[in-house]
């Protein structure tokens, strides 16, 4: 036996603070029960809309490599109710959890899946035959790679070519099974198709004047304006932060992509950004390349988007460090990464899709590592989609009916919605320079906020084809948080979005990129934001407010002085929006008129006699544009300011103290012996009486039979703990 020289009464409280400290590491219990064995069992959900409506081409060679294979473990109930406690406790300035982040491991500690039940699960793979590449830091997914034969074999499936929309893929057609042991563990198989997010980038190329070559252009008697950093600044007030010198320095952002860099040979440096820093005025970005497993190499539908969220988040925030996670799916590898290493407090995501084009097994799977990303003090920006409220749709007319953009539905991820500007359509002077800014930010000509509607470029006609729309409306998965109320809010029980908006617009009015598409490692931009060829580069797209909202976050982080993250932002968020102030102190722009209604097919979902699908904007929150957009400066320094909404309560609260008393001495104690334990839990103060079970741990292991229920109308319980398990 291992010396217990310890009082009697130190070594019983360590061990059953494990249990109620929030942020303590407790161990959990095994679910494997032997080896893996047992009927099998399917994984249903895992089988998306992509697959559904492809064209099957026939089975996939067996030789192929699946380099990114994962099993996804589920949580059990308990760790779901304790989860769910944590993130609210952690979000309550009142508890004393507030702000205390978790690292990977100690989520996988409390929320992941035991280390006995990991070596089963990897020991079962390994015996299929499959390469382990990976254990999760938080001991939520093992990732292992094999070919398409051992696939089908190990999961009981079938693997095809099929082809989509003119372009071919693989995927499962059956859902894969597993043995039951391990089954109902499992949320989910990933890796099983090549499906993977698209960017949703809206870009165009405009020829200019070259005698006037910033950016109010008057061409033939047309004058157009493109966002410049310094026309964002101007127009979402970002001055009392750049006069405070608020810039983000010393704050870490992620952003998440699919495509390698276009670097200059033998560097980690990519003209295009350099070039889009010196064009705005910035000073040189701080970048760091982070690959997550297989390297995509240049994805060309995916290097205008990487280029655009590295370049304006980096405008948002031009003091911030940003770590740019790449790899082969942004969601499978990139976000992934992110999450489970914790790479940096603010992770930016520009990629999405449809809700019900996931499978509610993937949906469960990814909304649970959002969750573990908020566990950990990370807060997930998540533009909320092009296609208005027909996320499911992407050209032409909505046939698909209402639809929305996961992962912004997921109440554990901020959903960055779109505006356009409406007010300079009218009187563009009283907004709009006619010259442009040569020294400090260069480019701009925007003389003030322009008033705003939700962003809507589609017409009656061409519908998606002829623009794009700001997503929003309500989640067909997702219930409502709890911060999610206030004016105007809809009592729909479902998670809604977006939640903040900014421009979004393509043609009025775009933004200005250095994104050189074709892949190659010269910068499109060659005198300013000007390319060779006498053109710029101007994009829209919720693409830019996810990244800009980040660098903004950024801001906010600096002014706090918290470098460890914020974790979800909603309860601050719907805290302005239920501030009796609200409508009054210019925080927020409340977005009134306007919608993000599409032109949809007659007799199609939710559009049986034809017109539009949608959402009108309205006083407070709304559908098309959420809370609204705001002032950069006020929502900065007024964010400390706020009181978070949603967080109080007993929920979260958790448990305030754990007596644990024995009458017995440790010392010289027998193997046979019993060692009678007190245990009296207290809950908040002037809370309800503590009702439950108590789990007693020794070196974070649960003692068999050592969970005890606290009896009716009391507080306190007895275990006699066996001196046997504490022995070698």
Not at 5 to 22: G, K, N
Not at 185 to 202: E, I, Q, Y
Not at 289 to 309: C, F, K, R, T, V
Request: glycine fraction near 12%; include cysteine.
């Amino acid at each position: 036996m291992r010396s217990r020289s310890v009082s009697s009464l130190i070594l019983p409280v360590a061990l059953l603070l494990t249990i109620f400290t929030p942020l303590a590491k407790a161990a959990v219990q095994d679910r494997i029960a032997g080896a893996a064995s047992g009927s099998r069992v399917a994984l249903s959900g895992t089988i998306g809309s992509h697959a559904k409506h492809s064209v099957d081409l026939g089975p996939a060679s067996g030789d192929l490599k699946l380099q990114s294979l994962s099993l996804r473990f589920n949580m059990t109930p308990a760790q779901q109710a304790d989860l769910t406690q944590l993130l609210a406790a952690q979000l309550n300035p009142s508890s004393p959890s507030y702000h205390q982040w978790l690292t990977p491991e100690q989520f996988g500690a409390r929320f992941g899946l035991s280390s006995s039940d990991l070596a089963k699960v990897t020991a079962w793979l390994t015996g299929q035959g499959f390469t382990i590449t990976s254990v999760a830091r938080s001991s939520t997914f093992v990732t292992f790679s094999g070919s398409v034969a051992l696939a089908q074999q190990a999961f009981g499936t079938t693997i095809h070519n099929v082809s989509l929309n003119g372009e071919q893929h693989i995927t499962n057609l059956t859902d894969p099974t597993l043995p039951s042991t391990i089954a109902g563990v499992v949320n989910a198989v990933t890796g099983l198709n090549d499906f993977k997010p698209k960017s949703r980038v809206r870009a165009r190329t405009v020829g200019i004047d070259p005698s006037q070559p910033l950016f109010t252009q008057t061409v033939s008697g047309v004058t157009s304006h493109y966002i410049a950093p310094a026309d964002f600044y101007t127009i979402y007030d970002f001055g009392p932060l750049t006069s405070a010198n608020i810039t983000g320095a010393g704050i870490t952002l992620a952003v998440v992509g699919q495509t390698d860099l276009t670097l200059t040979a033998g560097t980690s440096t990519d003209p295009n950004i350099a070039a889009f820093r010196t064009a705005a005025g910035l000073p040189a970005i701080n970048l760091k390349l982070q690959l997550a497993g297989q390297d995509p190499g240049i994805s060309q539908p995916d290097i205008d988007e990487a280029h655009i969220d590295l370049e304006w988040s980096g405008a948002a925030a031009p003091g911030a460090s940003i770590v740019y996670v790449y790899g082969i799916d942004a969601f499978a590898n990139s976000l992934t990464y992110a999450i489970d290493n914790k790479v940096a407090p603010i992770i930016s995501s520009s990629y999405g899709g449809c809700e019900a084009g996931f499978g509610t097994a993937l949906l469960a799977t990814y909304n649970q590592l959002l969750a573990q990303a908020n566990a950990q003090g990370e807060t997930v920006t998540s533009s909320s989609g092009d296609a208005g409220a027909a996320d499911c749709d992407a050209d032409g007319l909505a046939t698909e009916g209402l639809g929305v953009d996961f992962p912004a539905s997921s109440p554990y991820a901020t959903a960055a919605g779109g505006t356009m500007f409406s007010g300079d359509v009218s009187m563009p002077a009283q907004y709009w320079s006619s010259t442009n800014s040569t020294t400090g930010l260069l480019g701009g000509s925007a003389l003030s906020y322009i008033p705003e509607q939700p962003w809507n470029e589609t017409t009656p006609t061409g519908g998606l084809t002829a623009g794009g729309a700001g997503g929003g409306g309500a989640s067909a998965f997702f219930s409502k948080p709890a911060w999610q109320v206030g004016t105007g809010v809809p009592n729909d029980s479902s998670r809604d979005l977006p939640d903040i908006s900014l421009n979004a617009a393509a043609a009025h009015d775009g933004y200005l990129a250095c994104s050189q598409g074709d892949g190659t490692n010269e910068p499109a931009c060659t005198n300013g934001f000007v390319g060779a060829n006498n053109a710029v580069n101007v994009f829209g797209g919720t693409s830019f407010v996810a990244p800009t909202f980040s660098g903004i976050l950024a801001l906010v982080e600096q002014q706090l002085a918290t470098p460890n993250g914020l974790g979800n932002v909603g309860p601050v968020l719907y805290g302005f929006l239920n501030e009796p102030a609200y409508f009054t102190n210019g925080v927020f722009h409340d977005i009134t008129a306007g919608n993000n209604s599409i032109p949809c097919a007659q007799g199609t979902p939710n559009c049986q006699n034809g017109g539009s699908i949608g959402f009108n904007a309205g006083t407070g929150y709304d559908l098309a544009s959420g809370i609204g957009s705001f002032d950069a400066g006020k929502l900065v320094n007024g964010w400390s300011g706020v009181t978070p909404v949603g967080t109080g309560g007993t929920i979260g609260a958790g448990i305030t103290t754990t007596s644990v008393t024995t009458t017995n001495s440790l010392c010289g104690i027998s193997s046979s012996s019993n060692i009678p334990l007190s245990v009296t839990v207290t809950g908040p103060s002037g809370g309800p009486t503590p009702t439950g079970t108590v789990t007693f741990y020794v070196d974070n292991v649960a003692v068999a039979g050592g969970t005890v229920t606290l009896p009716s109308g009391s507080s306190s319980a007895t275990y006699q703990l066996s001196a046997s398990a504490l022995s070698s």
